[in-house]
């Protein structure tokens, strides 16, 4: 997608039947969050980052619906999950058997997620639950597994521009109370971490700030072009982790407040940074 055809996009979406259906019943702006997800084990932990995500939805009125986009949806379309009955997906290996028997399975949201389909153009529907990079958070949001839910897929074909242009399209929805998720990690090389560690590496405390400092300011060219900074390619030897951050800072608002409501580094280099916008 070109910055032209952005625009056009952006322009037609706004003069649209479909987008003024969307904000008919417009409520309070809602936010829009960053959470770094950390370990599976996180599932069952009851722990300052579980805490937080315990505290942070009470902060703003529940969502009429919510968007994920999580690390672990990485394909080479666009994709949006369309399945109205809910599958949880257990996408990790070698954990304790209590992780396999939680279930998280709230309803989809066929409506909504045909009408995103239809916003964003070159992007299709697929029957799909949720991973573990949306429900291992939400279950401590929303135990009641009472929202709509569905997630899009990260399409690693596309450009960091072009993510960070879909969640400019996205951000329309905050205002008919739909909460947009990012769902990641400011770094993420499992190769260097260790549970064992108690000292934090200088690389992952500088690129945390980096992408602290870029958010703080409004900074988006250095989310967009990250990749040219020194340390990204320890941070991420893989960029699946990274790419929410760009689904989040996409749905900013010039009037938006930043606020980072979990900061912490764990096993010497995983971040779990957690943002919330607006």
């Not at 290996?93 to 989809?108: A, V």
């Not at 066929?110 to 990079?133: F, W, Y």
């Amino acid at each position: 997608m070109t910055r032209k055809e952005f625009l056009k996009l952006s322009g037609l979406l706004l003069a649209s039947p479909l987008y003024s259906s969307l904000l008919q019943s417009e409520t309070k702006m809602m936010p829009s969050l960053f959470i770094s997800h950390g370990s599976p084990m996180n599932i069952i932990r009851d722990n300052s980052f579980t805490t937080s995500l315990k505290e942070i939805v009470k902060t703003f009125d529940k969502p009429k619906a919510i968007i994920v986009i999580s690390a672990h949806w990485y394909t080479n379309n666009t994709l949006i999950s369309n399945l109205e009955e809910q599958e949880t997906i257990y996408d990790f290996y070698g954990f304790p058997d209590q992780l396999y028997n939680i279930t998280y399975e709230p309803k989809g949201d066929e409506k909504l997620a045909s009408d995103v389909n239809e916003i964003l153009k070159n992007s299709s529907l697929e029957d799909r639950g949720l991973d573990h990079g949306a429900w291992s958070i939400l279950r401590h949001m929303y135990p009641k597994q009472d929202i709509p839910t569905f997630q899009i897929s990260i399409n690693k074909n596309l450009s960091y521009m072009q993510h960070f242009e879909i969640a400019s399209l996205l951000k329309k929805l905050r205002k008919n109370g739909v909460l947009i998720i990012g769902s990641g990690s400011v770094t993420h090389n499992l190769r260097l971490t260790d549970y064992r560690k108690t000292n934090v590496d200088a690389w992952a405390l500088e690129f945390d700030e980096y992408i602290k400092e870029a958010f703080n300011t409004k900074n988006f060219s250095n989310i967009i072009e990250a990749q040219k900074h020194p340390l990204f390619n320890i941070a991420h030897p893989f960029d699946d982790h990274f790419i929410p951050l760009l689904y989040t800072a996409g749905t900013i608002e010039d009037n938006d407040t930043i606020e980072h409501f979990h900061e912490e580094i764990v096993s010497g280099n995983l971040t779990m940074r957690s943002i919330k916008i607006g």
